[in-house]
């Protein structure tokens, strides 16, 4: 067999491993970057862009159909699911196009070769792929995660679908039971009921959306449930089998009560594991657990030459945890003195329309951490933009430390994922509540809600 020799080797093209190969190869290595589907990973090709696409374009019929209300008739708002397949396609494409690192050819550019094939570990430093073997002086782990197929009897048998398949529909179902209420199952529940389909969302525990502010998901529920999406949450699912029509699952619901779901399809969105089966990680070494590589403070495995990042290694999997992780593991793996890998303050969103952005802490955590806060809150009804567009639903919150430190922000409102974004940055270099308050704003604009949030503060309920 021959050996080709690299001095860094990437295992997986996703954000992690996209930004590691890019950091290794701007300090002079050789870059082997190992892919068995398609770079870009889940966030291009499975994730954040194709569903933020989903999600837009639902998000215009939904507008459509509400739009007599501006007095504008639209007397239908056909949805043409080919259309809009292709349409996220194209989002893919350019997205893809204008990314300086997800295309064979940019990357060679940059000193970065691009394996096509599935890695496995034969020693601490070989790895074999399509039956060549590699040999790499450090190498880094981003395989990234899939969905966790919870333990449901039948399931394997009824089949379902999970993010990936979304992708290459070729029809929408007449119905679905989406299993899981957090970010993603939350997000496709509003996505295919606008688009017609009778969704009906499952989630064990008692709540949608467990690490959110528990006010701002109700209102959120009260958002979807208007829309037609049928919530359970509480719930046990017990067995799934095919009929006739379709699939049927047998649950039993918050009341302890035997119910029976018949739907066309089945989409998981319980949450994901690590990318690990084929690794074969015992060759080299490398320890793991059942969710996630076990990596220290500054992202190297148990083996000193082996780092990981990304959702490979669980905690905060989101695409720009993923990517900061994938560059300091490469600045890592490069230095005499790694570096602790600290990401102190990170924003995310779930893009629902209204979209709900949180960072920093909950009321329910500070409670919990019996840390004294107050609260800033205001309405989108008060302010004037929103009442231009017609949007008024949704609520700011920050929570103050008593030296006027924010601790944690949650909006939910229209364009609450941009507007977290000063908070963000006021958290990042410490700037109190009093700049944000003594800030002029522009009017008529949204950003106003955040700055009056910072103004009318009340304790938090201690
Ligand atoms: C539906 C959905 C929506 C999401 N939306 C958002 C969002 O809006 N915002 C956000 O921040 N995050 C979002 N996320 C999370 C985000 O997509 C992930 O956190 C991010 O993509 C993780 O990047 P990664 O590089 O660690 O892994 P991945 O992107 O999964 O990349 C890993 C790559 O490794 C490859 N691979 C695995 N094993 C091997 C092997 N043995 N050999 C060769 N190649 C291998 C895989 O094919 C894959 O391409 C979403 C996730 C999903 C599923
Ligand atoms: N907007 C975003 O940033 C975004 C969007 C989608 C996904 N993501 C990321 O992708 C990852 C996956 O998202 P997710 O929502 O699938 O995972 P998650 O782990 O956040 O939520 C999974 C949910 O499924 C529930 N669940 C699991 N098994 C169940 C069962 N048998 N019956 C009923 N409910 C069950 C869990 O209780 C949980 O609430 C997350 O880490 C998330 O950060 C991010």
């Not at 790895?127 to 966790?148: D, K, P, V």
């Not at 919990?368 to 107050?374: C, D, H, T, V």
Request: aromatic share 4%.
């Amino acid at each position: 067999m021959t050996l080709t020799r690299y001095d860094l080797m990437v295992i997986g093209a996703g954000a992690a491993g996209s930004s590691a190969a890019n950091e290794a190869a701007a300090h002079g290595m050789r870059v082997g970057l190992i892919e068995r589907d398609k770079l870009g990973g889940t966030y291009l090709n499975y994730g954040c862009d194709p569903t933020k696409s989903l999600l837009h374009i639902a998000s215009i019929r939904h507008q459509a159909q509400q739009a007599a209300m501006y007095g504008i008739q639209i007397p239908s708002a056909d949805v043409d699911w080919p259309g809009i397949q292709r349409y996220v396609q194209g989002v893919i494409e350019q997205v893809r196009g204008g990314t300086p690192i997800q295309t064979r050819e940019k990357l060679r550019q940059r000193g970065i070769e691009v394996i096509e094939g599935e890695a496995e570990f034969i020693s601490e430093h070989e790895m074999g792929i399509g039956g060549r073997l590699y040999e790499a002086a450090r190498i880094i782990i981003t395989s990234g995660s899939h969905t966790i197929t919870p333990p449901i009897r039948g399931l394997d048998h009824t089949g379902f679908l999970t993010n990936v398949d979304v992708m290459k529909l070729p029809q929408l179902p007449h119905s679905l039971a989406i299993i899981g209420g957090g970010p993603l199952g939350v997000e496709f529940a509003q996505m295919f009921r606008r688009f017609d389909v009778e969704v009906t969302l499952l989630e064990s525990k008692p709540t949608l959306l467990e690490h959110e502010d528990s006010e701002l998901v109700k209102l959120l529920e009260q958002v979807l449930r208007q829309e037609g999406v049928q919530i359970e949450t509480g719930v046990t699912l017990q067995q799934a089998e095919l009929t006739p029509q379709g699939k049927r699952l047998r649950f039993q619901d918050v009341s302890r009560r035997l119910r029976e779901l018949d739907v066309t399809d089945i989409l998981l969105a319980t949450g994901r594991e690590p990318n690990l089966a084929p690794l074969h990680l015992e060759a080299a070494d490398v320890r793991s657990d059942n969710n996630r590589i076990l990596v220290d403070a500054t992202l190297r495995t148990s083996v000193p030459h082996i780092w990981a990042a990304g959702d490979v290694i669980g905690g905060m999997r989101l695409t720009h945890v993923a990517s900061a992780q994938g560059k300091a593991a490469a600045r890592n793996a490069l230095a005499h003195h790694p570096q602790n890998f600290n990401l102190q303050v990170v924003p995310w969103v779930i893009f629902t329309d209204p979209p709900l952005a949180h960072v920093g802490s909950t009321e329910e955590q500070l409670r919990a951490s019996g840390i004294p806060y107050r609260v800033g809150r205001t309405s989108f009804k008060e302010n004037a933009r929103a009442i231009v567009n017609g949007r008024t639903t949704g609520l700011i919150k920050l929570l103050i430390d008593e030296q006027n430190q924010v601790l944690g922000a949650h909006i939910l409102g229209e364009r609450a994922d941009d507007l977290i974004t000063p908070i963000v940055l006021a958290m990042r270099n410490n700037l109190g509540v009093e700049q944000l308050a003594s800030t002029t704003i522009q009017y008529p604009t949204l950003s106003e809600s955040v700055r009056w949030a910072s103004v009318r503060t009340t304790p938090g309920k201690g």
